[in-house]
């Protein structure tokens, strides 16, 4: 099913494709954690992958998406996203994004997430990261800043994930929206083409997602829209892009699922996934 077996939707005209993200060369293997950041200035894709390490990626000036089992994470500017060793995984990112990552080691992390978390990257915890990946510090500078960031490293206050459905009775829906979050065709269009009721294509949702259809929908789109606010993407037109009939409608749907506004997405304030 093409895209919707990446995990993510349309791929970026002029993306670039890399086999995964890597420890930094030359990094000792006696430290805890080890820290860096590149600006592609390309869509990159990378593909499925994992790590032998615990992995904490962040972005600036752009979005992340990552394909984690049957969700797609979004990783929009202020969070970031924590993927255990072994996690298998795959992302974008958009063409401006500045992309930091921070390797962990797992005998060495004295914190434990249960699974693939969003995480809060607050000023403190960045600029941490940060002193980390810089050259220069002795033994014990690293392992006092080491030790801040374990005292800081909590999840979003709420954890924002799109569950693909993975079920064929509306994997086609689901490849459609993918491909046009703005697809605007309900329950009854999608009944008519599948040639099943209204009814399984509602019960399919529930069971596959947890959400209704329209519920799902409203989630992608969300998704989408992070993207394209952290891209400089004005409101009105993410609304028109979205298929919504007018900005208002769009703000309402955007704050329901966020909690905040598109324009506190737009102007960097920190807020909770949802």
Not at 17 to 44: H, K, N, Q, W
Not at 94 to 112: G, I, M, S, W, Y
Not at 223 to 243: P, T
Request: glycine share 10%; aromatic share 6%.
């Amino acid at each position: 099913m093409g895209d919707l077996s990446l995990g993510t939707w349309r791929r970026d005209p002029g993306t670039v494709v890399r086999r995964g993200v890597s420890v930094p060369d030359g990094a000792p293997a006696a430290l805890t954690i080890v820290a860096e950041s590149e600006v592609p200035g390309v869509p990159t894709e990378w593909s499925p992958h994992s790590h032998p390490m615990h992995l904490l990626v962040w972005v600036r000036g752009g979005t992340l998406t990552s394909r984690i089992g049957n969700r797609i994470f979004t990783v929009p500017p202020g969070f970031g996203l924590w993927l255990p060793a072994g996690v298998v995984h795959g992302g974008r990112l958009t063409a401006a994004a500045e992309l930091h990552d921070a390797f962990f080691a797992p005998e060495r992390t004295p914190v434990e997430f249960a699974g693939p978390t969003s995480i809060a990257v607050t000023p403190l915890l960045e600029s941490l990261l940060l002193r980390l990946a810089g050259t220069g510090l002795d033994a014990g500078a690293r392992a006092r800043t080491e030790a801040v960031v374990f005292d800081v490293l909590d999840p979003a206050e709420r954890q924002f994930a799109l569950e693909l459905p993975g079920d064929p009775r509306i994997d086609t829906i689901a490849e459609a929206l993918l491909g046009n979050p703005a697809d605007d065709r309900g329950l009854p269009e999608w009944a008519a083409q599948l040639g099943v009721s209204e009814r399984t294509i509602t019960r399919a949702f529930r069971e596959a997602t947890g959400l209704s259809f329209a519920q799902w929908r409203q989630a992608l789109r969300v998704h989408e829209a992070l993207k394209l606010l952290s891209e400089g993407v004005d409101v009105g037109s993410v609304s028109e892009r979205l298929g919504y009939s007018q900005p208002s409608t769009f703000i309402a749907a955007f704050r329901r699922v966020m909690n905040v506004t598109p324009g506190a997405v737009m102007s960097g304030i920190p807020y909770p996934l949802s």
